[in-house]
């Protein structure tokens, strides 16, 4: 039956025109996965090397480029790489014991399965490991998470890497925010509660910029908390 009801059709476009306007909005979570073209570095991606560890007809060369171990391996640096411009454009008077830490959280395991599972990598992964150790297998799936998180990184590199890399920068800047956000409120209450117990605060600037606080060096030397 065809809906000849004007006020529908309306109600549709509408829709239709909010989808749209969802997909360009930076606030919508997780933010949009950095869609990849070439279906057999996708392929790669999401198969373990365990999957064809009984290939033995493969060459060694055919092995290495059948699953992701390579691509998380440069995945890895790019990680690195692009969180560490993201807090050093970020922060331009942060020092670099503080950035190192704010890099370290960005980048912990644990953060990076989160992320894997946000997008469904959990699902999508192929595996072949003995199943049977329930402790074991958990422990895998936990590591295994992280690595197919930077084996995507790699594949998005591997294959474009000029017109890759700053989509990669924009999706991790708005993937870390959050974490990034606690941090900053973290240092926040470091503050607050110097100034609460009484110790000097003579640096402390209301408007919540951090500048060598003497007590809170450690903490906020240097810190741009804006």
């Known amino acids: ?56 007809y493969l060459s060694a060369r055919d092995k290495a480029d059948s699953h992701n171990e390579r691509l998380e391996f440069l995945g890895d640096s790019i990680l690195n790489y692009t969180m560490t411009l993201i807090i050093y454009e970020k922060f331009p008077h942060m020092n670099e014991g503080h950035m190192s830490v704010l890099r370290m959280k960005l980048i912990n395991n644990d953060i990076i399965r989160q992320w894997a599972i946000l997008y469904n990598f959990h699902k999508m992964l192929k595996l072949n490991i003995d199943q049977t150790n329930a402790v074991n297998m958990e422990t895998a799936k936990y590591k295994f998470l992280s690595d197919v998180f930077e084996a995507y990184l790699g594949g998005l590199y591997e294959e474009n890497p000029k017109k890759n890399l700053p989509i990669i920068k924009r999706w991790l800047k708005k993937l870390s925010a959050p974490m990034i956000q606690k941090y900053k ?12 117990m009484g110790k000097p605060n003579h640096n402390y600037d209301m408007k919540n910029e951090y500048t060598n606080p003497t007590y809170y060096g450690n903490i906020t030397n240097n810190y741009d908390a804006k």
């Open 1 to 56: 039956d065809i809906d000849t009801n004007p006020s529908n059709s309306l109600a549709s476009s509408n829709t239709k025109k909010a989808s749209k306007a969802d997909l360009n909005n930076e606030r919508i979570w997780p933010p949009r996965l950095p869609e990849l073209e070439d279906v057999r570095i996708r392929a790669r991606i999401f198969t373990h090397k365990s999957v064809i560890k009984d290939k033995d």
């Open 185 to 196: 409120d973290e240092i926040r209450q470091n503050v607050e509660q110097s100034i609460n």
